[in-house]
């Protein structure tokens, strides 16, 4: 079947740290990869997106690199601000019966970053 | 347009009590999916429809939920005799196909509290 595993959180960094925050999948077919970030209150925003095997998403500083030998999609950023403190969510997408491209989730991983 | 609009945003209700969300999707996105996510984890896909034809269910929706799409443009998602189990946030998303790819826009969620 298909399935998301991300890394657990919190990730606790300090401002202008390194982040990495780890993705792997596995799925049937060839699936589109996407990051979503979720702010408190708020809904789901799509952050990058890649579509096939070494495509690089990238949005906001964020980057992230279709690997499909070792079935991954990490999330980078090379310097975090206290505004990205958020939580991350993994995604894939197949297509699936009628037409449908249904999204996968991971667990989600709530980033927090110190001033 | 200004985006995936859902009401209403919070409902408190009763156990056993019957509740109605409803999702408006950007106006030329024909493809409409919904989503659950209870605390601290991913969102879970629940039901796509592609115009008003509802073509996909997941075993999630069981015969207390029911959800429509009149003439293809909003929906409704309706939960029966409602369980504590049902409180979580209800997500919609839209979207369309462009390139054979399908990239889902969300809105801000209704959250459900069952007391």
């Known amino acids: 079947g298909n399935s998301v595993t991300q890394m657990e959180g919190p990730v606790t960094l300090s401002e202008e740290a390194f982040l990495t925050i780890n993705c792997t999948y596995t799925?049937?077919?060839?699936?589109?990869l996407f990051w979503y970030v979720q702010y408190p209150g708020e809904g789901l925003q799509l952050l990058l997106k890649a579509t096939k095997a070494d495509d690089k998403g990238s949005n906001k500083g964020f980057e992230a690199t279709y690997r499909k030998e070792t079935t991954s999609f990490h999330l980078e950023k090379g310097s975090v601000q206290v505004s990205d403190s958020a939580v991350y969510f993994c995604a894939l997408s197949v297509l699936s019966g009628d037409s449908s491209y249904k999204l996968i989730f991971g667990s989600g991983t709530r980033l927090l970053v110190r001033p | 347009d200004t985006g995936v609009s859902q009401d209403p945003r919070h409902k408190i209700t009763k156990r056993g009590q019957n509740v109605t969300f409803r999702c408006d999707p950007i106006s030329e996105h024909n493809r409409l999916y919904w989503y659950r996510q209870t605390l601290g984890q991913g969102p879970e896909f629940l039901t796509y429809f592609q115009n008003e034809a509802q073509l996909e269910k997941s075993r999630l929706l069981s015969d207390r939920f029911s959800a429509e799409r009149p003439k293809g443009s909003f929906s409704t998602l309706e939960i029966q005799r409602t369980e504590q189990g049902d409180s979580a946030m209800y997500l919609c998303?839209?979207?369309?196909?462009?390139?054979?790819?399908?990239?889902?826009?969300f809105g801000p969620g209704t959250r459900l509290t069952v007391t």
């Open positions: 799925a049937t077919g060839y699936p589109s």
């Open positions: 998303a839209s979207s369309f196909m462009t390139s054979g790819r399908d990239e889902q826009y």
